[in-house]
Protein backbone atom coordinates (compact mmCIF):
# COMPACT_ATOMS: atom_id res chain seq x y z
CA UNK A 1 0.00 0.00 0.00
CA UNK A 2 1.28 3.56 -0.69
CA UNK A 3 1.01 6.95 1.22
CA UNK A 4 -2.21 7.98 -1.49
CA UNK A 5 -4.40 4.56 -0.56
CA UNK A 6 -3.71 4.68 3.16
CA UNK A 7 -4.67 8.50 3.20
CA UNK A 8 -7.55 8.13 1.36
CA UNK A 9 -8.56 4.37 3.75
CA UNK A 10 -8.07 6.41 6.79
CA UNK A 11 -9.99 9.57 5.41
CA UNK A 12 -13.43 7.54 4.37
CA UNK A 13 -12.84 5.47 7.90
CA UNK A 14 -13.10 8.58 9.36
CA UNK A 15 -15.80 9.38 7.00
CA UNK A 16 -14.48 12.88 5.43
CA UNK A 17 -15.05 14.50 2.39
CA UNK A 18 -11.74 15.35 0.41
CA UNK A 19 -13.24 18.85 1.39
CA UNK A 20 -13.73 18.47 5.26
CA UNK A 21 -10.14 16.89 5.38
CA UNK A 22 -8.31 20.04 3.34
CA UNK A 23 -10.53 22.03 6.34
CA UNK A 24 -9.32 20.54 9.34
CA UNK A 25 -6.12 20.83 7.78
CA UNK A 26 -6.08 24.17 6.44
CA UNK A 27 -4.94 23.30 2.86
CA UNK A 28 -7.62 23.22 0.04
CA UNK A 29 -9.44 20.20 -0.88
CA UNK A 30 -7.81 19.78 -4.51
CA UNK A 31 -4.21 19.21 -2.94
CA UNK A 32 -6.05 16.18 -1.09
CA UNK A 33 -7.09 15.09 -4.32
CA UNK A 34 -3.70 15.07 -5.54
CA UNK A 35 -2.22 13.26 -2.40
CA UNK A 36 -4.49 10.04 -2.63
CA UNK A 37 -4.33 10.04 -6.68
CA UNK A 38 -0.48 10.02 -6.14
CA UNK A 39 0.21 13.07 -7.83
CA UNK A 40 1.77 15.13 -5.35
CA UNK A 41 3.14 14.66 -1.31
CA UNK A 42 2.04 16.76 0.80
CA UNK A 43 4.99 18.92 3.02
CA UNK A 44 5.86 17.13 6.51
CA UNK A 45 4.37 20.15 7.90
CA UNK A 46 1.35 19.51 6.08
CA UNK A 47 1.32 15.80 6.77
CA UNK A 48 1.56 16.03 10.26
CA UNK A 49 -1.58 17.99 10.44
CA UNK A 50 -3.55 15.35 8.35
CA UNK A 51 -2.47 12.47 10.72
CA UNK A 52 -3.50 14.10 13.35
CA UNK A 53 -6.74 14.61 12.12
CA UNK A 54 -6.90 11.23 10.74
CA UNK A 55 -5.76 10.30 14.22
CA UNK A 56 -2.75 8.03 12.70
CA UNK A 57 0.87 8.74 12.62
CA UNK A 58 2.16 10.47 9.85
CA UNK A 59 4.95 7.41 10.19
CA UNK A 60 1.72 5.17 9.56
CA UNK A 61 1.00 7.23 6.36
CA UNK A 62 4.18 6.83 4.87
CA UNK A 63 5.15 3.26 5.72
CA UNK A 64 2.37 1.57 6.64
CA UNK A 65 2.48 -1.01 9.74
CA UNK A 66 5.33 -2.08 11.13
CA UNK A 67 4.12 -5.78 9.66
CA UNK A 68 4.34 -3.56 6.35
CA UNK A 69 7.57 -2.41 6.68
CA UNK A 70 9.26 -5.84 7.67
CA UNK A 71 7.05 -7.39 5.06
CA UNK A 72 8.70 -4.75 2.59
CA UNK A 73 12.72 -5.43 4.00
CA UNK A 74 12.76 -9.11 5.18
CA UNK A 75 12.47 -11.42 2.09
CA UNK A 76 12.62 -14.28 4.43
CA UNK A 77 9.29 -15.75 5.46
CA UNK A 78 10.46 -17.85 7.75
CA UNK A 79 13.13 -15.26 9.81
CA UNK A 80 10.39 -12.35 9.63
CA UNK A 81 8.41 -15.06 11.57
CA UNK A 82 10.44 -15.85 13.81
CA UNK A 83 11.08 -12.26 14.64
CA UNK A 84 7.30 -12.03 14.78
CA UNK A 85 7.50 -14.56 17.34
CA UNK A 86 10.20 -12.93 19.44
CA UNK A 87 8.28 -9.94 19.20
CA UNK A 88 5.51 -11.02 21.77
CA UNK A 89 8.32 -12.46 24.15
CA UNK A 90 8.85 -10.89 27.56
CA UNK A 91 11.55 -7.66 27.28
CA UNK A 92 14.59 -10.19 29.55
CA UNK A 93 13.97 -12.93 26.61
CA UNK A 94 13.50 -10.14 23.97
CA UNK A 95 16.89 -9.00 25.66
CA UNK A 96 18.74 -12.19 24.80
CA UNK A 97 17.57 -13.02 21.82
CA UNK A 98 19.35 -9.38 20.20
CA UNK A 99 22.26 -10.08 22.03
CA UNK A 100 22.57 -13.69 20.78
CA UNK A 101 21.67 -11.95 17.66
CA UNK A 102 24.34 -9.29 17.51
CA UNK A 103 27.26 -11.85 18.60
CA UNK A 104 25.82 -13.57 16.13
CA UNK A 105 26.37 -10.99 13.32
CA UNK A 106 30.03 -9.39 14.60
CA UNK A 107 31.38 -12.86 14.61
CA UNK A 108 30.19 -12.84 10.80
CA UNK A 109 31.11 -10.30 10.31
CA UNK A 110 34.96 -10.98 11.40
CA UNK A 111 35.19 -13.97 9.93
CA UNK A 112 33.78 -12.10 6.33
CA UNK A 113 36.97 -9.85 7.06
CA UNK A 114 39.42 -12.18 7.63
CA UNK A 115 38.64 -14.14 4.57
Do not use: C, W
Not at 2 to 16: C, G, H, I, N, V
Not at 27 to 36: A, L, M, Q, W
Not at 51 to 77: F, H, M, R, W
Request: positive net charge.
Amino acid sequence: MSLSSRLKEERTKKKFSQQKLAELTSTHYSNIGRYERGDAKPSAELLSRIAGVLEVSPDYLINGTLDDKASKNISDQELLNQFKKVEKFPEDKKRLVKEFLNAFIITTDLQQKLT
